[in-house]
Nanobody, 123 residues
């Protein structure tokens, strides 16, 4: 089993930045991919970014390309999401996800999820 704990959410004005952290514990050696997803009220959860833990290769969904950066610190079993140029439409609950096989753009295929951290961007 793997446990994921997110931190770093909060409120920021449009144009600002936040950095989210996701600390993994448990059987972390089994993880092949870690990702970040978000879900706004009334909308479906979507994977924003993902990183293959072995190769450091990354995936980004189009709306966040060039604004969000995913990175990892393997020594700390932690993944980060640096979010820049935030806009009100980025307001959502942000979740960390992990999978033992590979990275997916479909949120439904991930094995493990954190509880989420709220990000609110005001105009």
């Amino acid at each position: 089993q793997v446990q994921l704990v997110e931190s770093g959410g909060g409120s920021v004005q449009a144009g600002g930045s936040l950095r989210l952290s996701c600390a993994a514990s448990g059987y972390t050696r089994s993880i092949s991919c870690m990702g970040w997803a978000r879900q706004a009220p009334g909308k479906e959860r979507e994977i924003l970014a993902a990183i293959w833990t072995g190769s450091n290769s990354t995936y980004y969904r189009d709306p966040v390309k060039g604004r969000f950066t995913i990175s990892q610190d393997n020594a700390k079993n932690t993944v980060y999401l640096q979010m820049d140029s935030l806009a009100p439409e980025d307001t959502a609950m942000y979740y960390c996800a992990a999978d033992v096989r590979t990275c997916y753009s479909d949120y439904g295929r991930y094995d493990y999820w954190g509880q989420g951290t709220q990000v609110t961007v005001s105009s």
